[in-house]
């Protein structure tokens, strides 16, 4: 792929991770709002299908506002959010403009405090602010590629990580000024602790990652593996854990200190998440077909499940901190439950090709899955939303 080109989707295999210049976007998603800010939603029954619903061409990521029971997925090629009306089963189409180029990429976050929804437009190196109610959307311009987005619910800060220009983007939610920030080469991922208004970025290609102090936007540089890309923070334990795609470790950053530590996994760690509830970091690998997850007292490392995930597919993890459910997107038509306290794993079928991302809503005791529907080479192929009911 040229630099001015993402990863398509057919590119899997994982001995020519070194050598990208672009990545997906690690489909990784856990609530980051305070679940004491929303309302408990409605109860759902175990892992049942409630409904799936046909949406625009290649669907590249999936939110979900749990305030207002809604789901949003941004597709490719027409350049699009789709809004989804759990309540009404009412779909609204938001164009995010016309493009001369398709990016096979996309990130999408959601603000359920203030009912804003933010979409990287990746070509047109633009963050899509979109108003829940109205559905106006304002074009915040960013840096080159945009491909991955974080949002701070404290300060109501977005942080947009551009790939291809070696920065990321400060967005001030309220006036949407930016202020740009260097990072290192080939920033990928970012997550944010916002207790202690610390931003981690990921940078793939200078095996290192930039730790930003949000209130004056200082930058700290603290080394990590090779191509280090994943990452996700245990706000409990002031921790972030970075996966480092291109080997076997994932190296753990000590936030007051900035100290690290390596823990030896399988390898190609491709998506975290943390439960802060529990003091356990999970993630899945390229070339793995089982879960490993971390002990964040003793940083020992074990594995969950065998044949969970295909070599040639990684795929997306979602949360559920409330139940303690984790969730595994498959390459196959199925999701993986993994019980956090047992270690049990349970499955749920799910229509379709390709289960390809997934989000969990702990309100609503529910989580949403993104399927690529047809097993075809089209390279737009048709995309749908599963909404499951989640465990009891």
Not at 11 to 37: K, N, W
Not at 99 to 119: F, H, M
Not at 211 to 222: A, F, W, Y
Request: proline share 5%; aromatic share 6%; with cysteine.
């Amino acid at each position: 792929m040229g630099a001015k080109r993402l990863v398509r989707r057919e590119s899997r295999s994982s001995s020519d991770v070194p050598r990208r210049r672009g990545m997906v976007h690690f489909a990784c998603v856990c609530l980051t709002v305070s679940l004491a800010m929303l309302t408990i939603g409605r109860q759902a029954e175990a892992q049942k299908i409630l409904t799936t619903v046909p949406v625009a061409l290649y669907g590249q990521a999936i939110g979900v506002n749990p305030k207002t029971h809604k789901i949003y997925v941004v597709s490719e090629p027409g350049n699009e959010v789709t809004e989804i009306d759990q309540q009404t089963s009412v779909e609204t189409v938001i164009s995010l403009g016309p493009t001369s180029e398709k990016s096979l990429d996309g990130a999408i976050r959601i603000d359920p405090v203030r009912n804003k929804i933010y979409a990287t437009n990746v070509v047109n190196s633009t963050l899509a602010v979109i108003d829940g109610t109205t559905h106006a959307v304002t074009f915040v311009p960013t840096g080159k590629y945009p491909t991955s987005l974080e949002i701070n619910p404290r300060t109501h800060k977005i942080y947009v990580v551009n790939s291809g220009s070696d920065n990321i983007t400060v967005i001030d939610g309220s006036s949407l000024k930016t202020n740009t920030i260097a990072v290192g080469s080939f920033p990928s991922d970012v997550a944010i602790n916002w207790k202690t208004n610390a931003v981690y970025v990921t940078n793939a290609h200078s095996n290192n990652v930039s730790v930003i102090h949000g209130r004056k936007n200082k930058v700290q540089t603290v080394e990590a593996g090779n191509y280090p890309a994943p990452v996700a923070v245990n706000q409990a334990t002031n921790e972030a854990y970075v996966g480092n795609l291109a080997g076997d470790t994932v190296t753990v950053i000590h936030g007051w200190s900035k100290h690290t530590q390596t823990v030896k996994v399988s390898p190609y760690p491709f998506c975290i998440v943390a439960n802060e509830r529990t003091n356990k970091v999970y993630m899945n690998h390229q070339a793995a077909g089982s879960i490993t997850v971390i002990d964040g007292q003793t940083k020992k490392a074990a594995t969950i499940g065998s044949g969970i995930i295909g070599a040639s597919g990684p795929n997306g993890l979602a949360l559920d901190e409330l139940r303690n459910k984790i969730y595994v997107a498959e390459w196959t038509t199925r999701v993986t439950i993994i019980d956090g306290a047992t270690g049990s794993t349970s499955t749920a079928v799910n229509p379709g090709y390709n289960t390809h991302k997934i989000v969990a809503n702990p309100l609503a005791n529910e989580f949403y899955t993104l399927n690529i529907t047809t097993n075809t080479n089209n390279p737009y192929p048709p995309s749908s939303v599963t909404v499951f009911a989640g465990p009891k």
